[in-house]
């Protein structure tokens, strides 16, 4: 019992691992609706506000966490994420899990994107 209590489990809340999933659909929703067209121009600028924030609420949020978490979901968690999803973002069930999974890939890869950026952007710096 006495290692347990000294183990270090990192886990999101709930809360904080709808609020990815929510999220994380949100910045693909702007996305998509920028690259609808299959460019991106001038016009797209209004969704410039948006994305931003949407990426700013999202920036610190563990992913690779929160992916692992939501492969391990009860019934009753799962339902809950599913219904937030449904309510918010008017997606029919049966392509909710496709979507939740590939939006958080996405975002996966484009949160590692930009800390390759950041870090380019020091090294000029120096």
Known sequence: MEENKNAVVEKLSHEEL?????????????LGEVLSDGKVNLADLA???????????????????????????DKAELDDIHAAVVEKFNIPQDELEGKIELA???????????????????????
Not at 18 to 30: D, H, Q, R
Not at 105 to 122: D, P, R, T
């Open 18 to 30: 709808k609020k990815a999933v929510l999220g994380s659909i949100g910045v693909g929703n702007v």
């Open 47 to 73: 969704s410039a506000p948006a994305l931003a924030t949407a990426i700013t609420s999202l920036s610190s949020v563990d992913y690779k966490l929160a992916f692992e978490q939501l492969k391990d979901l």
């Open 104 to 126: 958080l890939g996405a975002v996966i890869e484009l949160s590692q994107a930009v800390v390759k950026c950041v870090e380019v952007a020091k090294a000029f710096k120096k």
